[in-house]
C-alpha cells in the first residue's frame, strides 16, 4: 500500500487536529451516535491515544467502544477525482462511518486502512464519524487474556472464599504494555485521477557495481507506465516503459546502515504520478553471518515501543526524530519495532537515517500455562495471516527493514508440535510475501530451549533472555554460567544468532556502590555480564537491549510505574548504562566484529 504523498496529480489533506470525543456507555450504536453530532463531546488530539489526554480511570481504563468525530469538509476544486480516506492507524478495531452510513470496517491496530469517498461525500460539511474499539482477547493481535490472570499479576488466581467479581468488564492483556488506543496515526485525505497507481514494488540486486532493480506498477484504468529513476543530485540514472521489467543503476550508490543513499523512482501512469524512494541494498544469510549488501552485519540497538507522554502511542514525531538521534549517539545502528508495526513515518524515517530495523507483526502473547488448552483456545490464525500480509504489503520497498519478525515470545516449548504447526505456515507466508524475499523469523522466550522445534526452523534465531533478572535475579555469576552454557546449544545449530532482548529494571537515580537489583550500577554490571558471553560467541550477530526507554504497563506488583529497563527515561534521560553503552558500540564497527 502506497503512503499518501502530494505531488502534481495528487492532493493531501491532514485531518490532524482537535476532534470531538465520547466514551461509549453502551448505547452509542443503539443510540446510533454516528448519525449525529455526538451531545457533551470531550475535545481529544488526533492522532494520540486517548487514554492520557483526560483525568480519571475512565479515559484510563476504558473497555470497549469510543466514539471520535469531525467535520469534513471537501474543497470543491477536488471535483472529477478519485478521493480516498485513509487511516494510518486506528487501535485496535474500527468502524467508520460518513455521514451517518457505514464506510468501512478494520481490525488490527497497527496497519493502514482507507477506503474510495468521492461517492459519498456531498459539498460543505460533512459528518466523519470512528468508533473505535480496544478490547483485546484470543481473536485479537496483541492478545488479551479471556479467562484466569492478566500479565503480571493484575489479578489474583481465584481463590473460593474471596469475592473475585469485578465491578466492570475491563482488558487482561497479554503483554507487558498499556493498552493504549484511539486514533494513533495521522488520518488524511488524498486523490488521484481516476485512472491510477495503485502500487509499486522494487527489487534491488547487485552484480558489481552495477545495481539491477526489478520493478513492477499494478495501476486500476487505462494508461502507460512509464518509470524514471533519480539519484539524490535528481539526475536521472535509469528509466523504462510498461508495467514490469528491470531498471539497470551503473556504478550504484548502495544503501548501507549509518550511510544511506535514497534513489527516488518516479513512476507516472496516464494522469496520475508517484514517487517512491528506495534504497540499493542487499540482505542475505550464509551460514551463521547476516549480510548487509555482502558483509557480516553486527546489530547494535534496542527492542523499542512506541511510548511517550500524553500522547500514549500516538505519533510523535519530535520524539521519533530525538529517539534515532539518541540511537546515533549511542552507536547504534538498529532496532526492532517490538510489539507491533510502527508508523510509517518512522520506518521512512529509517530509510533516510540508515537505520536497520526489525519489522515485527503486532503477534505478542500468544503464550499460555500449564494447565489451560494452549493452542487450541487461540483464534488468531486467520487474522495474523493478515498482518503479515499487509505489513509486507505496506513496508516491502523500505531499504531499512532487515528481518521480518512474525511473533514475539510465542510459547514454542509447552506444545512443541502445536506452536510450529502453527508458525511454519505463517514463516512461509511471510517469505511468499516478500518480493525481496527478506530473512523471517520469530522471537523466542527464555524456556527450555530443547524442546522448541520451531525457533531452528527460523532463518536467524532472534532471542529473548533474562539470565540476571527473572533467572537468577541478583546473582551475576550464576546467570554468566547459565547464559554461556545456553549458548553452547547454539553453537552446534549453525545458524545466526542475535539476542533481541536482555535488560534490568532500573530505577533512574538509585546509585549503590555494591550493586542490587534496580540500581543503575546494577543494570551496567548486567550487561558486562552478559555482554562478556555474547563477545565469546562467533554466531552472534547482534545484541539489541530491552528497553530504548521506560514505558508505560499495566498496574501489577512487578511494575513500579510502568516497565523500567529503559536505557533511558520515559523523558529520554541516559541511566548509567547509556554511558556504558556508549562506549561500547562506538567501538564495535557495523561491519565484520566477528570474523
Ligand atoms: C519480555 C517481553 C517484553 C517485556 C519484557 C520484560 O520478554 O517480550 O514485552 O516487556 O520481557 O521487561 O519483562
Known sequence: MLYPKLNDARALI?????????????????????????????????????????EGAAFRDHYGWAFYQTELVIPAILKGQRIVLRFGAVTHQAKVYLNGELLCEHRGGFLPFEAEIQTCVHPGKNLLCVAVDNRVDYSTLPIGNEVGAAF?????????????????????????????????RPVKIYTTPFSYIEDIVLVPELTGTEALVSYSVSCVGEGEVQIEVFDEDGKSVA???????????????????????????????????????????????????????GKPFYFKGFGKH????????????????????????????????????????????????????????????????????????????????????????????????????IANEPDTEKQPQEAHDYFKPLYDLAHACDPQNRPVSLVICQNDYTRDITAPEMDIILANRYYGWYVFGGDLEAAENAMREEMKYWAKLGKPWMITEYGADTVAGIHMATPNMFSEEYQVEYYKTINRVLDECPFVVGEQTWNFADFAT???????????KGMFTRQRRPKLAAHYFKERWHKIPDFEYTK
Open 14 to 54: 491532514d485531518l490532524s487536529g482537535i476532534w470531538d470525543f465520547k466514551l461509549d456507555d453502551g448505547t452509542g450504536f443503539e443510540k446510533e451516535w454516528m448519525k449525529k453530532p455526538l451531545e457533551d463531546p470531550v475535545k481529544l488530539a488526533v492522532p494520540a491515544s486517548y487514554n492520557d489526554q483526560v
Open 152 to 184: 503480571f499479576g493484575a489479578d489474583l488466581p481465584d481463590i473460593p472464599s474471596v469475592n473475585m467479581t469485578r465491578q466492570k468488564p475491563h482488558n487482561a492483556p497479554n503483554f507487558d504494555f498499556f493498552n493504549y488506543a484511539g486514533i494513533h
Open 239 to 293: 528509466k523504462a516503459v510498461g508495467a514490469k521489467g528491470v531498471l539497470s543503476i551503473p556504478d550504484a550508490h548502495l544503501w548501507n546502515p549509518g550511510n544511506a543513499y535514497l534513489y527516488t523512482a518516479r513512476v507516472s501512469f496516464g494522469e496520475d504520478l508517484y514517487e517512491e524512494e528506495f534504497g540499493v541494498r542487499t540482505v542475505e544469510i550464509k551460514g551463521t553471518k547476516f549480510l548487509i549488501n
Open 306 to 405: 512506541e511510548d511517550s507522554e500524553v500522547h500514549g502511542r500516538g505519533l510523535d514525531q519530535a520524539m521519533n526524530v530525538k529517539d534515532l538521534s539518541l540511537m546515533k549517539w549511542l552507536g547504534a545502528n538498529s532496532f526492532r519495532t517490538s510489539h507491533y508495526p510502527y508508523a510509517e513515518e518512522m520506518m521512512n524515517l529509517c530509510d533516510r537515517l540508515g537505520i536497520v530495523v526489525i519489522d515485527e507483526t503486532p503477534a505478542v502473547g500468544l503464550n499460555f500455562g500449564w494447565n489451560d488448552k494452549g493452542y487450541a483456545k487461540f483464534r488468531t490464525k486467520e487474522h495474523h495471516e493478515q498482518v503479515i500480509r499487509d505489513l509486507i504489503a505496506r513496508d516491502k520497498n523500505h531499504p531499512c527493514v532487515a528481518i521480518w519478525s
Open 554 to 564: 499495566i498496574q501489577g506488583t512487578l511494575r513500579v510505574d510502568g516497565n523500567k
